[in-house]
């Protein structure tokens, strides 16, 4: 089983950048598809990015295409979520997921139902 811890949040100015990152615990990382999700104050858990366990394959929400960036590092256990350009309604609880049942080499998914595993979240906020 997968345990997913985030780590990387915090307070930026807008327009300004953060890297989240995921360290995974378990040996099923490495051919598990993972995704980023967020969630602001009062609104429903959103998709931001999702990459298939390959890594060959990203999905992103068009809010944050061309801003965000996701990637992996299965020799080390870790996701990551590179955020630049920040805006104001990117302020939310960032989450990452774990898909952890087995797939394909280029299995992607951005709805929350897929996923198996969650970490605790951690705070971004975006203000001046």
């Known amino acids: 089983q997968v345990q997913l811890v985030e780590s990387g949040g915090g307070l930026v100015q807008p327009g300004g950048s953060l890297r989240l990152s995921c360290a995974a615990s378990g040996r099923t990382f490495s051919t598990s598809p993972m995704g980023w999700f967020r969630q602001r104050l009062g609104k429903e858990r959103e998709s931001v990015a999702a990459?298939?366990?390959?890594?060959?394959?990203?999905y992103y929400a068009d809010s944050v295409k061309g801003r965000f960036t996701i990637s992996r590092d299965n020799a080390k256990n870790t996701l990551y979520l590179q955020m630049s350009s920040l805006k104001p309604e990117d302020t939310a609880i960032y989450y990452c997921?774990?898909?952890?049942?087995?797939?394909?080499?280029?299995?992607?998914?951005?709805?929350?139902?897929?996923?198996?595993?969650w970490g605790q979240g951690t705070q971004v906020t975006v203000s001046s």
């Open positions: 997921a774990a898909f952890t049942q087995g797939s394909s080499a280029a299995y992607v998914s951005h709805y929350p139902r897929t996923y198996d595993t």
């Open positions: 990459i298939s366990w390959s890594g060959a394959v990203t």
